[in-house]
């Protein structure tokens, strides 16, 4: 759904912003999102790992476009239940809305600072990423290459914005895991000729 607004930045603004605040309304208060929902909250919690990015990426980008600067402030719920269990990649249910309310800027640095990073640098793939098929990636330890370039480019967008707001230590913590991030990616991701996709939970490439 998110992605799909790209396409109205310039056309429908409006649109976007309103989307960006409906779907920031279906982001658990731990990070991860729902993955998609019939309304009001009946949807899927997953494991996967690019979902919540989304909502930072698309901010970011509307924010640059549209000059609404405001919207980061806009408050906005968050979901509460319980976390998946260990070994559960998903689960279909409706969850009740939180009492916590943030502006929309908390909820995506929360989204942010809900990535994990597994052994070679490179953030986890969890029940698989924006790939289709990449599941058998996942697993508790497995690596995303494509992951670690997505938040790459979401940690350069949100380190000056950042920095606009006066937040200068969360800038410089975020400039510093980009500068982290890229020598992983040419390390543990790039094997002389292309890039890897991911990791193995057992290691393989």
Known sequence: QLQDMLALL???????REQLLLCAAHQFEEGDVQRWWQPPRFGARTCLS??????????????????????????VP?????????G????????????????????????????????????????GDWGEGMEPAG???????????????????????????????RAAHYTASIEQLRAALEEAGWDGAWYRRAYFANGES
């Open 10 to 16: 310039h056309t429908s603004p409006e649109v976007v």
């Open 50 to 75: 690019d979902d919540q990015l989304f909502l930072p990426f698309v901010t970011a980008l509307y924010v640059r476009t549209a000059g609404d600067t405001a919207v980061l402030q806009e408050p």
């Open 78 to 86: 968050y979901l509460r239940a319980e976390p998946l269990q260990e």
């Open 88 to 127: 559960q990649r998903e689960k279909l249910f409706s969850p009740e809305v939180s009492e916590r309310s943030e502006p929309l800027w908390q909820h995506c640095l929360r989204a942010i600072d809900h990535m994990r990073l597994g052994e070679h640098g490179l953030p986890l793939t969890g029940g």
């Open 139 to 169: 697993g508790e330890t497995g690596e995303s290459v494509w992951l670690g370039m997505f938040l790459v480019d979401v940690l350069s967008r949100f380190a000056p914005i950042a920095a606009q707001r006066g937040d200068d230590a």
